[in-house]
């Protein structure tokens, strides 16, 4: 179970909702999970039951939870996965520089693996993991906020700042030799909190588009990435072409 910290920088709020999601998307709660009610959440995590309703009521917006009434709040399940063609190179295009473009580390740290982070780096759960936060701006503006997860072990003595000015993947692949051979990507609508609206300069629940992106090293995963970008800044192309036979 994540634990929350009271001396980091994300609100309370934001860190249980993502530690109610781990718990989602890890198989900890499957779907038709009917949730603890806010008190005992409130005692689990060591939060006020107003933060408790607050992060409810994200997940409920983004279609993780559903309220029955007399019934109590349930789990609704990860949603259905569609495989897009050619889908694979856009994250590494949005972390790409252009001119007026620029990166803003936002924090860093090295944590415990939370059950999701674990499960989808496939390493023991608790494994001390190198969390980075950081912002892409264009000209001055931000458009996107990037999280990323890997084990500790691959990354000694990384500094958030050692790459703000490049995209990321090939700056560790030059530094730490870790070298990209496969990566899944998905793609969601959803709505941005109060905590993510703040880094984007936005509305609290404008749409957003979420990104999630996992690099393998020779079938094992290296990098969990999730990132963020504004609805109103954004479009997706994605292109395909059939191939002839002969």
């Given amino acids: 179970m994540l634990e929350i910290s009271r001396n980091g920088r994300e609100p309370l709020y ?8 781990s718990n989602i998307e890890s198989g900890v709660w499957p779907p038709n999970y009917r949730l603890p009610n806010e008190f005992e959440v409130a005692r689990r995590f060591g939060v006020s039951r107003t933060t408790v309703r607050a992060a409810l009521n994200d997940l409920k917006r983004e279609g993780l939870l559903r309220r029955r009434p007399g019934q109590g709040t349930f789990v609704v399940g990860p949603k259905p996965e569609a495989d897009l063609a050619r889908i ?3 994250t590494t295009g949005l972390m790409a520089l252009g001119p007026g473009s620029a990166h803003r580390p936002i924090s860093q740290r090295i944590v415990p693996a939370t059950a999701n982070i674990a499960r989808t780096l496939n390493i023991p759960p ?3 993991v190198m969390e980075i936060v950081r912002l892409r ?3 001055g503006e931000p ?3 990037a999280k990323y997860h890997m084990p500790a072990s691959r990354v000694p003595d990384l500094r958030a700042e050692d790459f703000t000015g490049e995209a990321p993947y090939p700056f560790l692949a030059e530094r730490f030799g870790i070298r990209i051979t496969g990566a899944r990507t998905w793609l969601e609508p959803t709505v941005a909190d109060e905590y993510e609206a703040k880094l984007l300069g936005i509305e609290v629940h404008a749409p957003c588009m979420l990104i999630r992106r996992l690099l393998e090293e020779d079938r094992q995963p290296v990098i969990s990435t999730k990132m ?3 609805g109103d800044k954004c479009k997706y192309v994605i292109s395909w072409e059939q191939q002839h036979q002969g």
């Fill in 14 to 21: 934001h860190q249980l909702k993502e530690a109610i999601r």
């Fill in 126 to 128: 608790r494994s001390k």
């Fill in 137 to 139: 701006l264009e000209r």
């Fill in 228 to 230: 963020l970008l504004r």
């Fill in 143 to 145: 458009i996107l906020v």
């Fill in 88 to 90: 694979q190179d856009l």
